[in-house]
Antibody
């Protein structure tokens, strides 16, 4: 069965970077885009960007341009999201979500989420 | 890339129907048949309820339906049940290989 398993919670200081992992199993990793979405405490979902695991091509929301980097390692079916120059308002749950259909909309399969806390 | 506009909250009694709107622009909702809807219970992962404006994934109750007119998409839940109480989010393709979510709507079943 399809599973997306993310890395554990992180606590970071302002200005630091965080790298969240999303390990896929149960399907061909390179066959589906991967979205990254975050949700601040008590707030809504926010699309951060996506990666084509086959080509490594990425596209990011304008808000995160210059601070986010999405990569993948096809040998271990894992996607990564790194966010740099962290601020307190980056405190959120970060989730990966597999893209579906011909348009790769964020679909049925999501990771369990990784809580990133930014605090001095 | 501004978030899509959803009402902060809606409510309804068991058995009733409610509709949640999702307003975007001619650059996102109005340009593509790519609006999806997600249900999220507290502390849980979002669940896909509708995709490509009005398609329902297998396993999702037919009480949930999606529609769109112009720049506004809508999610309708008929025969409201207590278990439908949750947060609902719309999402649309916004062009240039980007996506955008709505701010979310809290559904209360009275």
């Amino acid at each position: 069965q399809v599973q997306l398993v993310q890395s554990g919670a992180e606590v970071k200081k302002p200005g630091a970077s965080v790298k969240v992992t999303c390990k896929a199993s149960g399907y061909t990793f390179t066959g589906y885009y991967m979205h990254w979405v975050r949700q601040a405490p008590g707030q809504g979902l926010e699309w951060m960007g996506w990666i084509n695991p086959n080509s490594g091509g990425t596209n990011y929301a304008q808000k995160f341009q210059g601070r986010v980097t999405m990569t993948r390692d096809t040998s271990i079916s894992t996607a990564y999201m790194e966010l740099s120059r962290l601020r307190s308002d980056d405190t959120a749950v970060y989730s990966c979500a597999r893209g579906e259909g011909s348009s790769w909309y964020p679909g049925h399969y999501w990771g369990q989420g990784t809580l990133v806390t930014v605090s001095s | 890339q501004s978030a899509l506009t959803q009402p902060a909250s809606v409510s309804g009694s068991p058995g009733q129907s409610i509709t949640i709107s999702c307003t975007g622009t001619s650059s996102d909702v109005g340009s593509y048949d790519l609006v999806s809807w997600y249900q999220q219970h507290p502390g849980k992962v979002p669940k896909l309820m509708i995709y490509e404006d009005n398609k329902r994934p297998s396993g999702v109750s037919n009480r949930f339906s999606g529609s769109k007119s112009g720049n506004t998409a809508s999610l309708t839940i008929s025969g409201l049940q207590a278990e439908d109480e949750a947060d609902y989010y719309c999402c649309s393709y916004a062009g240039r290989s980007t996506w955008v979510f709505g701010g979310g709507t809290k559904l209360t079943v009275l």
